[in-house]
């Protein structure tokens, strides 16, 4: 006769639990099955039929999948128990050692063939991690390019009590919880170190939410009671940054009523993003409702005051004054500077034949480092001019509006205005204003270089030394690893794009099997009105990969832009970079501030990367001529291809402009995953 379990019309499920059972006997049999060399788990799979069980209140047809050693194999044989403790931290290529920080149980459930998601979301909330993040300031989070969109990791807990993630990270809890009891509830933080805020809602809406506790301000929170109510749901979240120390962080949560004899949690936690969210999006940026993003934007912005923004910033916005009228202003004149390169020069010898312009009025580059000792130490940006030496460029062009043109135009403001000094043959100017059409009653911006020969007293306009005011803009990133890094300049150069409106951007990435993120996805779900995507398999070889997209571009009258990661740009950046070109004669080289650890574009501490070419612009004629990048010599090693690029186009005798560009930043950044670590 046959046992009970046989039995019944549920024979399939009996039969299923046999063969689950049989296959964990052969495990206890061969470890092997179970656990692979490399300390991964690969996946026990249940048949969906067997999760049936009432218990689990998962829909038939529903497959679980379980990450398990051999000591919590007896799991399978409760469904129910597997469901309860759900971690959906752990995906497929999670080592046991990642699995462990969490304290939760080594399990990960996903829907298949059914929606599980309302199930296996109770009972946890969203943990959202950054890693390398400078600074134990909240600031430093908020200030941070990759928050809040991408995280480094993305988690779920179902407890507060979380175990350091090392040093320098910070992390995002946010969630809902509901009491079990009603009641006065006690919170209270404990963090021994870092800056940590708590937030919680009257009711679930994230509009009603109330600073409860913090170590960040100097009043410090660290305890409080809350009078909840049962069933009732709240919206939460918590902010903590961690610097150098290594602590644990909880929040402890008691209940005053004597007569609440609930035991264990009493909040049970939903996630402000289910897991299928979190999983299965194509993009390592998270896809945040636009109220959350204004709440956490408005941090950002009230954590600094940022620099007061000035009419050179939005210069791009006004439409140029009328070509015609221009060209009727100043007569040409001859322009061939005396410090032009004429003479072979030695290995990386081009560096100290550069130079530098100076500027009017004030865009206050002057940024800030820290000495070892601690001192505040003023690190200069650009030269000043002096104002009656600038305004002896402006009064020399109104004067010929006035007499060429009377009564068309009348002057607004000085945007802007930059000097360079030929000792030998004269002085050139960029003289960029703001001028009033009288008659049609509207602004426009008159942007063009004009020269003072040395000895005259009257402005001409340099021969063939004027600027593409509409000259295509290609800008070549080259990305191998650095995933995150890759979507945010994505994300940069769309932001530019939609401030200035500018059609002439084309954007080319030299992508090396990037596994991180899809470009390709990135590039077509954003508004980039040009972009080229160069997929390249083996080892990061960057002199080379940059030469493949230049070769790409077939205009010589557009301009090539080398740019790299980890960058802050301004919105005015295209702008800046198309009138420091000039075909034929000049090339440009924006310096940027390096930030330190810790500073931000609103405190900006750091340095002018003087002596770096690597942000480099040019002609794409210009660039044929003194032959691009030696990917020959720099093949298989980096460092110094710059400096060597920089000789040839000296030699080739054009100028290099050299600016240090307003709210231009590199962003310091950890070393892991950097590209010169990345198939190589």
Request: net charge positive.
């Amino acid at each position: 006769m046959l046992p009970r379990i046989w039995k019944g019309s549920r024979w399939k499920l009996r039969l299923a639990t046999l063969s689950v059972l049989s296959f964990l006997i052969l495990g206890f049999l061969n470890k092997s099955l179970l656990v692979s060399e490399d300390g991964r788990i690969p996946y026990l799979r249940v048949p969906a039929y067997l999760i049936a069980e009432r218990k689990s209140g998962l829909p038939l047809g529903t497959a679980i999948y379980a990450d398990t050693k051999m000591e919590d194999s007896i799991a399978l044989k409760r469904v129910g128990a597997l469901v309860d403790n759900v971690d959906m931290t752990i995906n497929p290529s999670t080592k046991l050692e990642d699995a462990k920080e969490t304290g939760l149980s080594r399990t990960h459930i996903r829907a298949e063939d059914g929606d599980a998601s309302q199930h296996t979301a109770s009972r946890i909330f969203n943990v959202f991690i950054w890693d390398e993040v400078c600074g134990e300031n909240l600031e430093n989070l908020f200030n941070y390019p990759l928050f809040p969109y991408m995280p480094s990791r993305k988690r779920f807990s179902k407890t507060f009590k979380l175990i350091n993630y090392g040093q320098n990270f910070a992390l995002w809890l946010v969630g809902y919880f509901t009491p079990f009891c009603d009641g006065q509830h006690n919170f209270e933080l404990e963090a021994k170190s870092g800056s940590s805020e708590v937030w919680i809602s009257e009711d679930s809406k994230r509009t009603n939410v109330k600073l409860v506790l913090s170590n960040a301000v100097k009043e410090k929170i660290i305890m409080t009671r809350l009078k909840l109510t049962k069933r009732q749901k709240y919206y939460f979240e918590v902010f903590h940054k961690e610097g150098h120390q290594k602590s644990m962080f909880n929040i402890k949560v008691t209940i005053s009523n004597v007569y609440c004899n609930r035991q264990g949690n009493i909040l049970k936690f939903e996630p402000f993003m289910n897991p299928e969210q979190v999983w299965k999006v194509k993009t390592p940026a998270m896809n945040l409702d636009p109220e959350i993003l204004v709440g956490l934007k408005k941090k950002a912005k009230s954590s600094q005051i940022k620099p007061q923004r000035t009419k050179r910033d939005d210069i791009f916005k006004i439409p140029f004054m009328d070509e015609a009228d221009v060209m009727i202003l100043l007569p040409s004149c001859k322009y061939d500077p005396s410090y032009k390169v004429s003479h072979h020069l030695e290995k990386y010898d081009g560096v100290w034949e550069t130079h530098f312009s100076s500027i009017y009025p004030s865009d206050d580059t002057n940024i800030t480092d820290l000495l070892s000792s601690g001192e505040r130490q003023i690190i200069f940006g650009n030269d000043i001019m002096e104002e009656r030496v600038a305004m002896k460029a402006v009064y020399g062009i109104m004067g010929m509006i006035k007499q060429k043109l009377p009564g068309k135009y009348e002057l607004v403001s000085v945007l802007n205005v930059e000097q360079n000094i030929d000792s030998e043959n004269g002085e050139r100017y960029l003289v960029e204003l703001e001028l009033r059409n009288v008659k049609e009653r509207k602004t426009v911006r008159l942007s063009e270089y004009v020269y003072l020969p040395a000895g005259s007293s009257s402005f001409c306009y340099p021969e063939n030394f004027r600027w593409n005011k509409s000259a295509v803009v290609n800008v070549i990133l080259t990305v191998g690893g650095q995933g995150r890094w890759a979507k945010y300049f994505v994300d940069s150069i769309e932001e530019v794009y939609k401030a200035s409106k500018d059609e002439n951007i084309n954007l080319m990435i030299v992508d090396f099997n990037n596994q991180e993120v899809n470009l390709k996805y990135e590039l077509e779900r954003s508004s980039i009105p040009r972009f080229a995507l160069l997929q390249r398999y083996g080892g990061f070889f960057k002199s080379e990969a940059i030469q493949q997209a230049a070769n790409a571009i077939l205009d010589p009258n557009s301009i090539i832009l080398l740019m790299d990661l980890h960058l802050l740009i301004p919105h005015n950046f295209i702008d800046v970079v198309r009138k420091h070109c000039i075909k034929g004669k000049m090339a440009f080289n924006p310096i940027l501030a390096r930030l330190n650890c810790a500073a931000n574009s609103v405190k900006p501490e750091g340095y002018w990367e003087n002596v770096g070419y690597g942000i480099f612009a040019t002609y794409k004629s210009d660039w044929d001529t003194f032959g691009g990048m030696n990917y020959n010599a720099f093949k298989d090693h980096w460092g110094g291809e710059d400096w060597e690029m920089l000789d040839r186009v000296l030699m080739s005798h054009y100028e290099v402009e050299r600016l240090k560009v307003r709210q231009f930043f590199h962003v310091f950044h950890s070393k892991k995953g950097m590209w010169h670590n990345f198939g190589v």
